[in-house]
């Protein structure tokens, strides 16, 4: 099991002006950073990822499906085909970074809503569209790991159910989903007891409290969810995200309005040391 920290907290495009904050979580004790991927091309990439990997960290790449004529479960082909040639782009960046595993809400862009339930024929153009990215990925050796999010920021997938049966669909061994415990806990009735029914579909972990501020500061039994991961034999990454009021326009697209913790520095300590510790107890 590695330990990792998505950079999303200080920004959404790293450069090397980001290096300082890197060395930090490498002196704290993380294996590796979740590099976000939503601009730039794969030479910036694997500038960064020559630079991370001499401060000793791994990385891994996160990143979304934008919008703007780029859609998954467009009835429209060429949206479709905007939407490969975008996952093809993110998995070309993150193999340039060095990284082998690449997650996100890359199913279809945030805040579009249909005012139906996902509908049979927009999941099977789903599944279509990331049969091809994975079978494009595993070319390069990356896995792919797509993130339910919750009822208010999309409505194609939301369930650990979901996302497992959508694996099933897709059918390719590097293909899997993201087990997040913020989303979780809006949509599970159990946020760990998801975890064994699933295990065989979760490629990735993220850490993240209810606040989505300091992990271990709110309500969510970590522990519990340790010991299911534990207990499944999960060998993956386990990466803190969490988000502050730092960039004004990520935190309009996360809905955070007041401040959520005093100083990065408290969430990306006591977030490792809720992981090392808790993962040791379990």
Not at 12 to 28: G, I, S, V
Not at 97 to 108: A, E, M, V, W, Y
Not at 165 to 181: F, I, M, R, S, W
Not at 245 to 273: H, M
């Amino acid at each position: 099991m590695k330990l990792g920290f998505n950079l999303l907290l200080w920004t959404t495009h790293p450069t090397d002006a980001h290096l300082p904050q890197m060395q930090r979580l490498q002196e704290t004790g993380y294996d590796g950073v979740e590099v976000p991927i939503f601009t730039g091309d794969p030479a910036h990439f694997r500038a960064l990822g020559a630079r991370i990997a001499d401060l000793g960290l791994q990385a891994t790449g996160v990143g979304v499906m934008p919008g703007g004529g780029k859609s998954c479960i467009s009835a429209d082909p060429a949206q479709r085909v905007a939407a490969l040639d975008h996952l093809k782009w993110l998995i070309d960046c993150t193999h340039a970074l060095g990284g082998t595993l690449c997650s996100g809400p890359f199913h279809q862009p945030l805040g579009e809503f249909s005012g139906q339930p996902p509908q049979p024929e927009e999941l099977t153009r789903l599944a279509e569209t990331h049969k091809a990215a994975a079978q494009y990925a595993a070319t390069a050796g990356i896995t792919l790991a797509v993130e339910p999010l919750n009822r208010f920021e999309c409505y194609i997938l939301n369930t650990a159910a979901a996302a497992a049966e959508l694996t099933a669909q897709v059918g390719e061994p590097n293909y899997g989903y993201l087990y997040d415990t913020f989303h979780s806990n809006i949509e599970e009735v159990s946020v760990a007891g998801v975890i064994a029914p699933t295990i065989h579909a979760i490629k990735h972990v993220h850490i993240s409290d209810n606040t989505r501020g300091v992990p271990g500061a709110g309500h969510i039994d970590f522990q519990a969810v340790f010991r299911a991961l534990r207990q499944a034999n999960y060998d993956g990454w386990m990466t803190v995200e969490a988000f502050g009021q730092a960039l004004p326009d990520l935190a309009a697209a996360t809905k955070i309005w007041r401040p959520l913790f005093d100083s990065p520095e408290d969430v990306y300590e006591r977030g490792y040391r809720l992981m090392r510790d808790g993962w040791d107890a379990a």
